[in-house]
């Protein structure tokens, strides 16, 4: 049994959500991305305990105007990942805009991680006091400092979210049994002996 | 302004060196005011900017500023020569052709990067099939520059050896079919520039430009940090958009900032003032950065403007409501053109997509998105930068319909892989399924390193190459009118109570009793809307 989960990555303009990512998936690093203009899209097998897990993660645009065009990627997502700059302050008050967004557009069926990115600089203006009293404020499920440049972090922030997850699958799992008619998990079954890459090979990663 | 004139003639009048107070104002700071930043010295960059790690800089003065101006002007000159050397090949001597033909081919071969300065790798395309295809395709440039020459000559203007031509033939079916088959990389620049009227522009404007320059020297706002954020940003792999890295005396290694970069940072800048319903919208910098690899700054900002209203309207909008008109646009194309990939893209349960109702202009299919940095940045970066190119060639030159017919040239060209994804016979949910076909449709265009072979596919062997602008048009508007419509409706709904969350909600509720498949078929549920909007028409008036 391999079960996907869809996590969207938000935030500002700049503040290196496309490095996150690239790091994670490719455990390298540019000082300087492409800017991202509308979606990307990536996924990646994880391995967990005894559990293979399928993320898809989805890359946006930072600037405002850009989020009229992310709701239908936020509306079946498990995970929200809100990323700030811990150099930019305005990157960090407008962590706020992007939590409204997410439950407006998703409820509090999903799981939001804070994410303090470029913890390498030494021009820090945001905290990690501040960042943590922020996601207990807002209400997210955890908070933590990364650096996709020496890559501090990343592959923590990943493994605490698939860790949280399986909660989230029984939570729904039970849902479902009760009869409620929403859920977020899809399952597909993998038969027995193979291994999971393989019924995913169309994969471009 | 009289001091409009003077930075024309790169004598600043003296009247606007007003100092900025380099104490309390650091007029470009990218970083929040939170943070003081230590006073560099100003000699290690003769630019007032000093990159340091991260793009900091330095309180500049206005003095300074026309200095830099000038600078970059001036070093971007030399750039742009260098590029155009390299691309330039003269075909009209003999003794010579075979051996600079062989240096063309060579010197990109042995070189990590293209003629441009972009990497000739990626994730997508390998050095090696780079090669491949330069081998061939070098020789190809060749041959098409030495049929342009006589072309040229023939309509009596005849090209000097690297000397770009200013004036083309009048517009023909046959110089339709040379701007099809590419126009020379070196005349490239002047050649869009003229197809797309821009000197008539200019004509209208004169002096404009520089007052904006001048205008926005020292201004910071909302859009200018923006931009910053982005400049480096931009083409980051490209060679002429890095930092030069300077050894000093003193054997400590500095990094300017590439003039092209600065430059870009003007053009920018003035946009966002000229036209404040866009400022500064993400995309735009990928633009303005490519036409200024072809044409010097002035030039490339009326060609940015251009673009924005004519090729592209609305599509950089605050709203970004141009990104779904023409999302509306494709998706009709695609039904007409292409009925198998639209059977694909769309899920055929959705209410939206059955016959006789076009809720799909409105109600975007989530795979559409995809296909937003196709019209948002005219595929830079969606396709490879050759290929780039040569749509933009077509582009300038035939109108705005260029971009939907590539735009379904790929959808076509990719037909195959997307039908190995949609055929599958797997137990899959749509949402998986609607990932898998998204990864394809965004990866596959980045292959698409053979642009004869799509310029071929395009405009020779599809039923769309006949698309006209005028179909393009009244597409455009249709879709506009309908979502007007339906904006409207939902205005009127909300004044008599029924909120947008109720809406969702009924919609929500449809959607999933249809996907449960429990009773209510689309028609039905057409038909209680139909009737649900006709007792609101009815309470409206």
């Known amino acids: 049994m391999l079960t996907k989960y869809k996590i969207v990555f938000l935030g500002d303009q700049g503040v290196g959500k496309t490095s996150l990512i690239t790091r994670f998936m490719y455990d390298t690093f540019d000082s300087h991305y492409a800017a991202t203009i509308g979606i990307d899209f990536l996924s990646k097998t994880m391995y967990l305990d005894d559990k293979t897990i399928r993320l898809q993660l989805w890359d946006t645009a930072g600037q405002e105007r850009f989020r009229s065009l992310i709701p239908s990627y936020i509306r079946d997502s498990n995970v929200a990942i809100v990323v700030y700059d811990i150099t930019n302050k305005d990157s960090f008050n407008d962590v706020q805009k992007w939590f409204d967004y997410i439950r407006e557009e998703r409820g509090s069926d999903v799981l939001i991680v804070l994410v303090g990115n470029k913890s390498d600089l030494e021009d820090k203006v945001i905290t990690s006091e501040e960042g943590e009293a922020l996601a207990k404020k807002i209400g997210c499920n955890f908070f933590i400092e990364t650096s996709s440049k020496n890559g501090y972090n990343v592959k923590k922030l990943f493994k605490k979210i698939a860790k949280l997850l399986p909660e989230l ?14 859920t977020n998990i899809q399952t597909i079954n993998v038969s027995a002996g193979k291994p999971p890459e393989e019924s995913l090979s169309s994969c471009q990663c | ?75 971007l000159e030399l750039i742009r020569n260098k590029i155009g050397e390299s691309m330039a090949t003269r075909s009209d001597d003999k003794i010579h052709l075979k051996r600079i033909n062989r240096t063309t081919k060579n010197s990109i071969l042995h070189s990590g990067r293209d003629r441009y300065g972009f990497k000739k790798a990626n994730n997508h395309i390998s050095e090696g099939e780079y090669d491949n295809w330069w081998v061939s395709y070098s020789q190809y440039l060749i041959k098409r520059k030495k049929k ?24 023909s079916e046959s110089l339709r079919k040379f701007v099809r088959k590419g126009i020379p990389a070196e005349w490239r620049g002047n050649a869009w520039f003229y197809f797309a009227r821009g000197s008539e522009k200019l004509r209208e404007n004169k002096d404009v430009y520089d007052r904006l320059v001048d205008q926005t020297m020292d201004i910071i706002n909302e859009n200018t940090e923006a931009i910053e954020k982005d400049l480096h940003r ?96 494709l998706l009709l194309c695609l039904r007409q053109y292409l009925p198998d990939v639209w059977g694909m893209i769309v899920d055929k349960n959705d209410v939206r997509y059955q016959e006789g109702t076009n809720a799909f202009l409105y109600d975007l299919p989530a795979l559409s998105f995809c296909t937003t940095s196709w019209f948002m940045s005219i595929f830079i970066g969606v396709l490879p930068t050759e290929t780039t190119l040569r749509v933009w060639d077509c582009l300038f030159y035939e109108d705005s319909k260029t971009i939907f017919q590539i735009a379904l040239t790929i959808f076509k060209m990719m037909e195959p892989e997307l039908h190995r994804i949609a055929d599958r016979d797997t137990n899959e949910d749509e949402e998986f399924l609607s990932s898998e076909l998204f990864q394809v449709i965004q990866n596959f265009p980045k292959k698409l390193l053979d642009v004869n072979r799509m310029m071929e596919e395009c405009f020779r062997f599809s039923n769309f190459s006949k698309l006209t602008q005028d179909e393009v048009v009244k597409c455009k508007q249709y879709v506009i009118e309908s979502r007007s419509r339906y904006h409207n409706l939902i205005k009127k709904r909300s004044a008599i109570g029924l909120k947008e969350s109720d809406r969702k909600e009924l919609i929500k509720s449809s959607e999933t009793l249809e996907n449960k498949k429990i009773g209510l078929k689309a028609l039905n549920w057409n038909g209680k809307l139909n009737h649900r909007m006709r007792r609101l028409r009815h309470k409206l008036r």
């Not at chain 2, 020459?149 to 083309?168: D, I, Q």
């Not at chain 2, 072809?294 to 940015?304: G, I, S």
Request: aromatic share 8%.
């Open chain 1, 169 to 182: 699958q029984n939570e729904n799992a039970d849902r479902a049994l009760g009869g409620d008619e929403s």
């Open chain 2, 234 to 329: 931009t083409f980051p792999e490209n060679i002429h958009f890095k930092n030069i890295r300077i050894q000093q005396a003193n054997g400590e290694v500095i990094e300017e900032e590439s003039p092209l970069l600065q430059t870009l940072r003007r053009v920018l800048k003035c946009f966002s003032l000229y036209r404040p319903s866009i400022g500064y919208c993400q995309s735009l910098n990928f633009i303005a950065g490519l036409l200024l690899i072809y044409m010097d700054e002035e030039r490339a900002f009326w060609m940015l403007v251009i673009i924005s209203e004519r090729y592209l309207p609305g599509i950089h909008d605050f709203n970004l409501e141009g990104v779904n008109v023409h999302q509306g646009v």
């Open chain 2, 148 to 171: 342009w020459e006589k072309m040229m000559a023939k309509n009596g203007l005849p090209t000097a050896n690297n000397v770009a031509p200013t004036r083309f033939p009048p517009r």
């Open chain 2, 1 to 75: 302004m009289s001091n409009v004139k003077a930075l024309g003639n790169g004598t600043p009048n003296l009247g606007i060196d007003t100092l900025v107070d380099s104490g309390s104002t650091e007029p470009f700071t990218l970083i929040s005011n939170d943070i003081s930043i230590p006073p560099t010295d100003s000699s290690s960059s003769t630019l007032g900017y000093t990159n340091g790690k991260r793009g900091r800089r330095n309180p500049i003065t206005r003095k300074e500023s026309y200095a830099s101006l000038k600078k970059s002007r001036t070093s």
